[in-house]
């Protein structure tokens, strides 16, 4: 569990990579990228609006649960995206 009090979001340089490993290509387009804390990116679904969050090598999902981010599967990672 990582805490995000602990980590501010810092919005710099988009990390895409991470994304672009976790979704088909022709859903690059529907997120947005928002920053990243700690080792976490985090990208924003256009017309969910939720969160997909992950690791910065891109092997980790994350969902925030309150002030923290709690690793989740993969699965679990996309479906909470698209539901």
Sequence with gaps: MTSSEHNPIVIGEPNWAPLERA???V??????YMGRT???????HRWTRR????SS???RF???IGDA???????????HVYS
Excluded: C, H, W
Excluded at 38 to 44: F, N, Q, R, S, V
Excluded at 51 to 54: D, M, S, T, V
């Design 23 to 25: 979704v088909p290509v």
């Design 69 to 79: 981010y709690t690793e989740i599967s993969r699965t679990e990672a996309i479906e």
């Design 51 to 54: 969160y997909l969050n992950i």
């Design 38 to 44: 700690g080792e976490i990116e985090l990208y924003k």
């Design 57 to 59: 090598d891109g092997g």
């Design 62 to 64: 994350y969902q925030q």
């Design 27 to 32: 859903e690059l387009e529907n997120f947005m």
